[in-house]
């Protein structure tokens, strides 16, 4: 991806948001992958490659909840948004609309 990831000069931008705009793309990459494996186990017939599969899914996961979690620390009001909806029982959208408007 490289320079691509950024819309702005990245000689303009700071190291701090370099940072965060390459673990944005680390996210929503990781985001894709679990598409992909998500797919080619809906379709897969071997059982010992599904489970690989699902295995190799799962460190997907793993990557994609450290990004989020290591974004969610760099933002305070997306981390405040995000504990309005995550983890929550009920309607998402009315958790998602609360949220935004306790972050402000």
Do not use: N
């Not at 990831?5 to 370099?18: D, F, I, N, T």
């Amino acid at each position: 991806m490289g320079a691509d990831q950024y819309h702005e000069p990245p000689e303009e931008l700071s190291q701090e948001v370099r940072t965060f705009a390459r673990m944005c793309a680390s996210l929503a990459e990781e985001a894709e992958a679990i598409g992909w494996y998500a797919q080619r186990i809906a379709v897969e017939k071997d059982a010992d490659a599904v489970a690989i599969l699902e295995d190799s899914m799962g460190e997907e996961f793993k990557h994609f909840s450290m990004e989020l979690e290591f974004l969610l620390r760099k933002t305070p009001k997306w981390r405040k948004t995000a504990q309005g909806i995550l983890f929550t029982k009920g309607d998402i959208v009315k958790h998602g609309e609360a949220a935004e408007e306790a972050a402000g």
